[in-house]
RNA sequence: GACCCUAUCGUCUAGAGGCCUAGGACAAUACCCUUUCACGGUAUGAACCCGGGUUCGAAUCCCGGUGGGGUCGCCA
């Protein structure tokens, strides 16, 4: 049974790394009908919020990536994490240890002046040497009694065999002055209670990995596969973070992006299925497998996920588009219930637009009134553009079927009377119906935009300036 | 600094020793379509980090170098 997790802490928003290495995680537990498990890491108890859990929540939801189970929190685990280290140091594999951070401090300087690797140097591990008295006053933290010998190896999913010696790690803390547990082991006992297959997480948890695995030993656990995830760098190559380009998958969603789009465009990047550029969820949870993930870091590129997203737009239900651009609309101020054909009109724009937002700019006209810009009406409402915009009116007033074919025919009519060709008036049209010199098929404009609003629009022509 | 990971067009990638005069996609450029702008179509330019091996043969395997990244917390 395949059973994977993702397990964010919740001290920011689901950024685009998070993501992807949900959307993997979830992926694969869906691809062998396994179960996918949402846990939220929040022992740090400083950093963790409420609000950043629910940004959490929400990005995941938006994405569609839904847990089968949880979330879990791991802050209603306590009990759980104290009764393994009352475990282990009773069994010997865990240790109290009452250097203070000045000592350790210091510890550490003396490391690095010396140019050596930064590590506790085990003052207080029980050995041959006997112990110290331990110092009254001192709240001990619990450190875990790492292996001095040997190496711990395992086949990552992703980036094959991974050997680290033993003499690397030192003896890290599984449980602060306080008694409150650390990630390195709240993370083991979880996975290990969770019955977690496949770790599937940031490649920054590589160096965690031998840490975790010697505690699972220590537990007489079953060791999980591990698979570890390179990470996304930003559009400009840069590495992501809070200061620099990382931002809420929720973004988004505020930037018009249909989050299919940004799904299709996570799973190609650092996965690929041959030459398959546009898949669904369902193809790619059919498709996925480790075999095919990337080992190295993989740059964002914003252009193609637009790419992408225009895709999804051109083949998206006009109904659900509608509803999308009603929403941003409304944050304008604008009511687009207003406009009697919105469904159609985004139906007009949706294959020409790169985003929610653009759509939304290019349908506003349709829904309220436009006041053309200066600069565009000085450019075509020339008055040789006014008399045939004059005359197409009267031609439209008469037009008994509204349809765009009919129009077409009243606009070529003006067209011949006018001797003009269809740019001379096409253009000047758009620019008094929809204060914009482009736009789609002008026969298809003015069915959608409705004889009521085409004929008022064309009745109130801007006057020139005198 | 130590340890670990990594290296194909500008970018995402295909590539599991001969199928590679290295394929696809985004982006770029040109042309076509056209009722403007898009969409779409066609075409073009663009890459195996360097050096040694192994092999009849290496983008693919090995070693070294260099570049990039990660980790060295009573953070996760």
Redesign the pocket.
């Known amino acids: 049974m395949i059973r994977t997790r993702f397990?964010?802490?919740p001290?920011g928003y689901l950024h685009i790394g998070g993501a992807r290495t949900a959307l993997f995680a979830w992926a694969y537990a869906r691809h062998h009908q396994g179960t996918f498990i949402l846990r939220i890491?929040?022992?740090?108890v400083a950093?963790s919020t409420p609000a950043a859990v629910q940004a959490i929540l929400d990005g995941m939801q938006w994405l569609g990536l839904d847990p089968d189970e949880g979330p879990f929190y791991?802050m209603q685990r306590m009990a759980r994490y104290k009764e393994v280290i009352a475990q282990m140091l009773a069994a010997g594999t865990a240790y109290h240890c009452y250097?203070?951070?000045e000592e350790?401090d210091a510890l550490?300087a003396e490391q690095e002046a010396n140019?050596?690797?930064?590590?506790?140097d085990g003052r207080w591990r029980p050995g041959d040497q006997p112990l110290p008295a331990p110092p009254a006053g001192i709240q001990p933290?619990v450190r875990f009694r790492n292996p001095v010998d040997g190496v711990v190896a395992w086949d990552d999913l992703v980036?094959?065999?991974?050997?680290?010696?033993n003499a690397?790690l030192d003896d890290?803390?599984i449980a602060?002055?306080?008694g409150?547990p650390?990630?390195?082991f709240?993370v083991v006992v979880d996975d290990w209670d969770m019955r977690i297959s496949h770790v599937i997480r940031g490649?920054?948890?590589?160096?965690?990995t031998p840490r975790q695995i010697n505690v699972l030993r220590a537990l007489g656990a079953t060791v999980p596969l591990y698979g570890h995830l390179?990470?996304i760098?930003g559009d400009d190559?840069?590495?992501l973070s809070k200061r620099h380009g990382a931002v809420s998958v929720m973004q988004y969603d505020t930037d018009g992006y249909l989050p299919e789009a940004v799904l299709n465009y996570l799973g190609?990047?650092?996965?690929?299925h041959?030459?398959e550029?546009i898949f669904s969820l369902e193809q790619f949870c059919a498709w996925f497998d480790f075999?095919?993930v990337?080992?190295?870091?993989?740059?964002?590129?914003t252009?193609?996920l637009?790419?992408l997203n225009?895709?999804y737009l051109?083949s998206a239900d006009p109904a659900r588009l509608a509803g999308e651009v009603r929403r941003r609309l409304a944050a304008q101020g604008v009511d687009a219930d207003a406009a009697h054909a919105l469904e159609k009109a985004v139906a007009l724009y949706q294959?020409?637009?790169g985003n929610l937002n653009e759509l939304a700019d290019a349908v506003h006209p349709f829904c309220v009134a436009v006041e053309p810009p200066t600069e565009l009406l000085a450019q075509h409402l020339t008055p040789l553009a006014r008399s045939a915009l004059a005359s197409l009116r009267d031609t439209l007033a008469g037009v008994s079927d509204w349809q765009a074919a009919q129009l077409?025919q009243a606009?070529k009519q003006t067209l011949t009377s006018h001797s003009l060709k269809?740019?001379q008036l096409?253009?000047p049209l758009?620019v008094v119906l929809l204060g914009q010199?482009?736009?789609?098929?002008?026969?298809a404009v003015l069915e959608t935009l409705g004889r009521e609003r085409v004929l008022e629009r064309l009745e109130r022509l801007p006057q020139p300036r005198a």
């Open positions: 397990a964010p802490s001290t890491e929040d022992t740090d950093r791991q250097t203070s951070r350790l550490r140019k050596q690797k930064p590590r506790y933290v980036k094959g065999r991974i050997e680290i010696a690397e890290f803390i602060r002055a306080d409150t650390t990630y390195n709240c490649d920054d948890h590589v160096n965690n390179p990470m760098l190559g840069q590495k190609r990047l650092g996965w690929s041959g030459d550029e075999d095919h990337t080992s190295s870091a993989a740059q964002f590129n252009e193609k637009n790419w225009a895709h051109k294959e020409r637009v077409g606009v269809m740019p096409a253009i758009r010199a482009q736009s789609p098929s002008i026969d």
